[in-house]
């Protein structure tokens, strides 16, 4: 089972807790996630607080037509007909629709107040995969670094814009990257997120003239078969509430096997920056 569930015996463990998605326990694969999302696909569970590795095309808040709509999927199949079902699991990391991996469900009212504050205190881990198309020669990008920009959402078109200058309604977008391996075609990129603003990511290497495959909106050459883009919320950490000073940390597979995403965990092993054909 790839998800673990805490509260049975009252206390977490002080360490830093890693829940490996990798390695499924069996003898535990239940029945929770048969008629909503599936077992393998919630990452960690208590009463609090759900973990989940999202997949392309969910939606984790305003749902729209065509679209699942988590935050009640989650209360259909985690909360049944309970007291806790009157609050709607509110996501705290907000993925985008075409974005998968790790994403944080506050379960009540207290857990949103908490993880909301730690979010924007800057104690969480985030920590992206993405498959970028690859750039000219010339372009003399660094393998290592850090992009700092100012972003400003234009909500009629669901779209932001990093700029490199302070300006109005411009919010500070700050991200780090690393270059883990090259393709023929294309870049595996490893990106810490520091702050969180509206598509960051895919702002801020649009900005450098860099296109996440399969991201139409944000420059790319042309849309993923599958549908999603190659952005994947790889991992996750948080400070456990239940014990100061404990902090979570869930890794997610990606949301699909194909030579791409077997290229970038071949890379992610080694982290040598290696040429492949991929």
């Not at 077992?39 to 808040?61: C, D, F, H, M, S």
């Not at 037509?65 to 990391?93: C, H, W, Y």
Request: hydrophobic share 35%.
């Amino acid at each position: 089972m790839r998800y673990k569930e805490e509260g049975m015996n009252g206390r977490a463990e002080k360490k830093e807790e890693l829940i490996d998605p990798y390695k499924a326990d069996a003898s535990r694969n239940g029945a929770i996630g048969e008629s909503g999302i599936e077992t393998a696909r919630i990452l960690y569970l208590n009463k609090a607080w759900v973990v989940i590795n999202k997949i392309p095309g969910e939606a984790v808040q305003g749902a729209q037509q065509g679209m699942r709509d988590l935050p009640r999927i989650l209360r259909e199949q985690l909360q049944g007909t309970s007291k806790s079902r009157r609050f709607l699991p509110t996501a705290v990391n907000r993925l985008d629709v075409p974005v998968s991996g790790c994403c944080l469900f506050a379960r009540t009212p207290q857990a949103l107040s908490f993880f909301n504050a730690q979010f924007a205190q800057g104690t969480c881990e985030k920590q992206y995969w993405g498959i970028i198309e690859k750039p000219s020669p010339g372009m003399g990008l660094p393998e290592t670094g850090e992009l700092v920009h100012w972003i400003k959402t234009d909500i009629k078109r669901n779209k932001s814009i990093a700029y490199d200058e302070q300006g109005p309604e411009r919010k500070q977008g700050v991200l780090r990257y690393r270059i883990i391996g090259y393709g023929d075609h294309y870049l595996f990129m490893a990106i810490s997120l520091i702050t969180g603003r509206h598509h960051q990511i895919r702002a801020q290497l649009a900005r450098l003239g860099l296109h996440i495959k399969g991201d139409l909106k944000y420059g790319a050459r042309r849309s993923e078969k599958r549908g999603g883009i190659r952005l994947h919320a790889y991992a996750l950490g948080f400070p456990n509430p239940s014990e100061t000073g404990a902090m979570l940390r869930c890794t997610a597979p990606p949301p699909f096997k194909d030579q791409l995403w077997n290229c970038f965990l071949r890379f992610s092993d080694k982290d040598t920056g290696e040429q492949a054909s991929c």
